[in-house]
């Protein structure tokens, strides 16, 4: 017994003492929904997170469906497929309702197709047993929600495959004896909507039918014909990695395919498996609109794409680059729309700016890095201001701003890549109670916690004469949001 309330609630019922599993399973549901909330609520750090929720998940707004493809990896362990179910659940009870896809190829190696297909089988029940436990519903589709076309097809030159699919003799797809590679058909989209509807996590263990015969395919591929035809809110990718990563085993916040795509599939640390993946990607970014965002994250982390999104640590998978950074020196050009620059501002703080600061601006502006859309709209900015003529003056960053809107879509990393690609040194404060320090403290070289209310970062100084400059400085400079919220 938890509290009073739980006191009274089984002294009303004793049918709830009666044990049994359905007892037991209610009762972990009860306290693991219990546990979720009061996470939720220790967490919010800023009402931002919350209106960010309303606006996108709440009861009022649209349907939003993830398709959620699962390393075969998290699913071999207890913990992983624990870890699974319960933030697949969390993702269900708070608005972002996944589709769930498994199963890879590597198996092929080890297993006949008869044996494959039963393995998948075994964990999409576990798994939806375990999802059940957590208090919410999960349906398994058998072979027969879609057939499977086969075609004539060799493997382009210059594609990469993993080392199971090479020693098997397999690309992309998968190859049945005579070269054939599968592509899905006839997909049973009704029955995908059915599941929905009734309140059910459906999960696909990427087996489908081939003339009567259960044929496991590849889950990247099941992803990208599920992408075509759902147009999905969010593709997520959870693996152990937790993002493509760098050569510093990082993930990589944001990577862009036309611009980065050819680098990666070069570079030394990138795995077989991961220019497989990386190649997948591509293909999927290229069939779903730009509505749709396109994560590689670890399972853990996944909760962050309904609350923090801007915090997560990931990596976004885009097309292009939707959005420019244009760079200016002056305000007054004609090429800037200052009503649209507060707008931005202030949308971004939640909290109106002095009346004043453009005029501020007038006079110390250094440089202003905007984000614009293809539609001309604001998207994100930074400002830095200089106070004086000097060589030796350390710009400082003055705001760092992301719409509301767009927050979540790897524009916080676009800019400070430009950033980082003019500025040499560069110094700013946040707040103390700032939930986005933690990304601050991820790319500064030094910090300091001036006082109760502000700490101090920089990067590019290691002089300790300009590090007390630079405190003394960034702790002097006027407060120019004001404290109270935007009527």
Sequence with gaps: ?????????????????????????????????????????????DIKDVHNWLKHYSKDAPRKIAIVKISRRILETSYGMEQAASALSFMYRFGLQPIVVHGGLNELAKYSQPE??????????????????????????????????????????????SDDDLSSGLGLGFHVPGGLKLKLKNFDFDRL??????????????????????????????????????????????????????????????VYMDKDYEELMHAPWVTLRRRVLLEQMKRIVSCVPSSTTVVVTSME??????????????????R?????????????????????????????????LVDDYFEYLHDHLYKLYLVTSATDEYQGCAIITLEGSSEEEIPYLCKFCVKRAAQGLGL????????????????????????LNPWYFQRAQGSFRGDPHFTVFWYGDDNFEDGVSIINSALAKPVTVLPYPKK
């Design 1 to 45: 017994i938890h509290s009073e309330a739980d006191a009274l609630y089984l002294k009303a019922d004793p049918s709830s003492l009666g044990g049994g599993e359905e007892d037991e399973t209610l009762l972990h549901s009860n306290e693991q929904h219990r546990k979720e909330f009061e996470g939720f609520l220790r967490g919010v750090k």
């Design 116 to 161: 494959i297909v039963e393995k998948r089988k075994e964990f999409s029940v576990t798994l939806k047993e375990t999802i059940r436990k957590y208090g919410v519903g999960a349906t398994i589709f058998q072979e027969d929600v879609c057939q499977i076309e086969p075609f004539i097809d060799s493997p382009k030159q210059g594609s990469y495959h």
């Design 193 to 254: 909507t059915q599941a929905l509807d009734k309140g059910k996590i459906p999960i696909w263990d990427s087996v489908a039918d081939l003339e009567g015969v259960a044929i496991p395919i590849n889950s990247d591929v099941t992803v990208y014909e599920l992408a075509k035809i759902v147009k999905p809110y969010r593709i997520i990718f959870a693996c152990n990695d937790g993002g493509i990563i760098d050569k510093d085993n990082k993930p990589i916040p944001v």
């Design 301 to 318: 982390a996944v909760t962050h794409q309904l609350f923090y999104p801007r915090l997560a640590d990931e990596t976004i998978v885009k």
């Design 320 to 352: 292009c680059e939707e959005n420019k950074v244009y760079v200016y020196k002056v305000l007054d050009d004609g090429n800037i729309d200052m009503r649209k620059l507060r707008e931005l501002v202030e949308d971004s703080f939640g909290r109106p």
């Design 412 to 435: 916080g990393d676009l800019i400070w890549r430009s950033l980082q690609r003019d500025e040499t040194r560069l110094f700013w404060r946040s707040r103390n109670n700032n939930p």
